[in-house]
């Protein structure tokens, strides 16, 4: 799917190489991506099939409706978490914004909270 989808001249070139399901696959992510190209800008919260598949996926796991809409694809985790710990950044410059982080703790939360000149208030078992 991922070949056809960053070249699917494939597609037509040399679609015997192929199972019928990931060329409708890749034709279906191309059909969602602006131009039809893997070279375009996606929708900010990720490829549109892409997240209607993740919401699917999770409604038929956890026997719970899951939207599309609800859905965020991020390049890796690192980058969905500072994404969210930006948004929780007040814009009140009288106030310094601070983030409660479990410890042992993972290094990018410390390292995010330096970053944005935030308080870091750690948590130990429950108590601060």
Same mark, same amino acid.
């Given at each position: 799917?991922?070949?056809? %989808?960053?070249?699917?001249?494939? $597609? /037509?070139?040399?679609?015997?190489?192929?199972? !019928?399901d990931a060329i409708q696959r890749a034709t279906e992510i191309l059909g969602a991506v602006?131009? &039809? %190209?893997?070279? @375009?800008?996606?929708? %900010?919260?990720? $490829?549109?099939?892409?997240? &209607?598949?993740?919401? +699917?996926?999770? @409604? +038929?796991?956890?026997?719970? =409706? #899951?939207?599309?809409? *609800? $859905?965020?694809?991020?390049?890796?985790?690192? @980058?969905?978490? /500072? &994404? $969210?710990? /930006?948004?929780?950044?007040?814009? *009140?410059?009288?106030?310094?914004?601070?983030?409660?982080? =479990?410890? =042992?703790?993972?290094?990018?939360?410390? #390292?995010?909270?330096? +970053?944005? !000149? #935030? +308080?870091?208030? @750690?948590?130990? !078992?429950?108590?601060?």
């Amino acid at each position: 799917v991922i070949s056809l %989808s960053i070249a699917p001249h494939l $597609i /037509k070139t040399a679609p015997s190489c192929f199972s !019928n399901d990931a060329i409708q696959r890749a034709t279906e992510i191309l059909g969602a991506v602006g131009g &039809n %190209s893997m070279g @375009s800008y996606p929708d %900010s919260p990720g $490829i549109s099939t892409v997240r &209607n598949h993740v919401a +699917e996926y999770i @409604s +038929e796991r956890d026997g719970y =409706p #899951a939207s599309p809409d *609800d $859905i965020f694809v991020g390049t890796g985790a690192s @980058s969905c978490i /500072k &994404n $969210i710990m /930006k948004l929780c950044l007040t814009m *009140d410059n009288n106030v310094r914004p601070g983030f409660m982080i =479990p410890v =042992p703790q993972y290094p990018l939360y410390s #390292a995010c909270t330096a +970053e944005f !000149n #935030a +308080e870091l208030v @750690s948590q130990y !078992n429950g108590t601060v």
